[in-house]
T-cell receptor, first 115, second 109 residues
Framework: GAGVSQSPSNKVTEKGKDVELRCDPI?????LYWYRQSLGQGLEFLIY????????KSGLPSDRFSAERTGGSVSTLTIQRTQQEDSAVYLC?????????????FGPGTRLTVT | AQRVTQPEKLLSVFKGAPVELKCNYS??????LFWYVQYSRQRLQLLLR??SRESIKGFTADLNKGETSFHLKKPFAQEEDSAMYYC???????????FGTGTRLTVIP
């Protein structure tokens, strides 16, 4: 079956512009996660959705970052006024189980480059 | 607070040699530990989890609560094992997995 998909696969943007990253989770997965993968930094947790609600926004690095999920499915991560330090691979994952105990299925990622 | 440490960023072994990727964690409760793997140009995927006690692709990992470790081992490395390996910790009540910084394994032919 179809796995987690993300778009775009690559995004180059100028400093100060806004970007939107999209994630389509596996159908039926109620839990959705966003992570950021920077060189040498591992995976940094950003935000978690259970259904359409985000009980944990603690990982968002600044108020320039926001995310929403609609219909219990598609999620968008928005970064406003991008900075060079936002350059990273943004990964989305979904899971049947809520919380941190279930297997997470990852998308291919969006590579964001801020020039 | 939960924390996962992978002390080796890079690890190279010869084909056929044993390999051990180290993972240490800090967590006061009962953790659930995972190993995720990312092969070249592929997405991150689950390799194994301690609760299932399986051997996947010849890899095993034993949870040692005394040493707070979950090292990944394989007795005979293969070239196709070359990849990035991440150790991750989950816990009841947590909303996400805590990942280590990863170890890039290169198996030399």
């Amino acid at each position: 079956g179809a796995g987690v998909s993300q778009s775009p696969s690559n995004k180059v943007t100028e400093k100060g512009k806004d970007v939107e990253l999209r994630c389509d989770p596996i159908s039926g997965h109620t839990a959705l996660y966003w992570y950021r993968q920077s060189l040498g930094q591992g995976l940094e947790f950003l935000i978690y959705f259970q259904g359409n609600s985000a009980p944990d926004k603690s990982g968002l690095p600044s108020d320039r970052f926001s995310a929403e999920r609609t219909g219990g499915s598609v999620s968008t991560l928005t970064i406003q006024r991008t900075q060079q330090e936002d350059s990273a691979v943004y990964l989305c994952a979904s899971s049947l189980s809520q919380g941190g105990l279930g297997e997470q299925y990852f998308g291919p990622g969006t590579r964001l480059t801020v020039t | 607070a939960q924390r996962v440490t992978q002390p080796e960023k890079l690890l190279s072994v010869f084909k056929g040699a044993p390999v051990e990727l180290k993972c240490n964690y800090s967590y006061s409760g009962s953790p659930e530990l995972f190993w995720y793997v990312q092969y070249s140009r592929q997405r991150l995927q689950l390799l194994l989890r301690h609760i299932s006690r399986e051997s996947i692709k010849g890899f095993t990992a034993d949870l040692n609560k005394g040493e707070t470790s979950f090292h990944l081992k394989k007795p005979f490395a293969q070239e196709e094992d070359s990849a990035m390996y991440y150790c991750a910790l989950g816990s009841p009540g947590a909303n996400n997995l805590f990942f280590g910084t990863g170890t890039r394994l290169t198996v030399i032919p």
